[in-house]
């Protein structure tokens, strides 16, 4: 089993945890929580379908093989009267920039995981476990003291 689907249903079981229950909410609220795990639900299976489909070879072949084209062709284009920044370092510039572009998008093509780049999925969903159970701890303590 996925752990995001864990995760989620983990969460749920926390949602349903207090309805019916003298400090909790009622029955008719949980329609609102459920449409809403549905569409996390939901956005979690177009992330791992996004994740699980790379981008085709060819696309990737071509745009590098674009880019050192470019890198190549383009100080051949300048006229040599433009002297040693224009034809050798604004090149350099330019092409260092648009492969710091190609290594960037390169480590963002899979914003799921464990390396630096990565978005920390599994620390989110905690912290939201955590803040709905915190929620709840506090709801059932506040209930007592207002009756």
Not at 19 to 28: F, S
Not at 43 to 56: D, G, I, N, T
Request: contains cysteine; hydrophobic residues 45%.
């Amino acid at each position: 089993v996925p752990l995001p689907k864990l995760l989620s249903q983990l969460l749920v079981d926390l949602i349903m945890m207090p309805v019916d229950k003298p400090w909790g909410m009622p029955q008719r609220m949980i329609g609102f929580f459920m449409s809403r795990m549905g569409e996390v639900t939901n956005h979690m299976e177009e992330l791992s379908r996004l994740v699980s489909q790379p981008l085709p070879l060819a696309y990737l072949q071509h745009c590098r093989v674009l880019l050192f084209t470019y890198a190549l062709l383009y100080p051949m284009s300048v006229g040599a009267e433009g002297g040693v920044f224009e034809n050798v370092v604004m090149p350099l510039i330019t092409f260092a920039t648009l492969y710091g572009f190609e290594l960037l998008a390169a480590d963002l093509e899979n914003p799921l995981g464990m390396d630096e780049m990565d978005l920390h999925l599994l620390d989110m969903v905690h912290s939201l476990e955590v803040s709905a159970h915190q929620a709840f701890n506090l709801s059932e303590e506040g209930r007592d003291e207002s009756r």
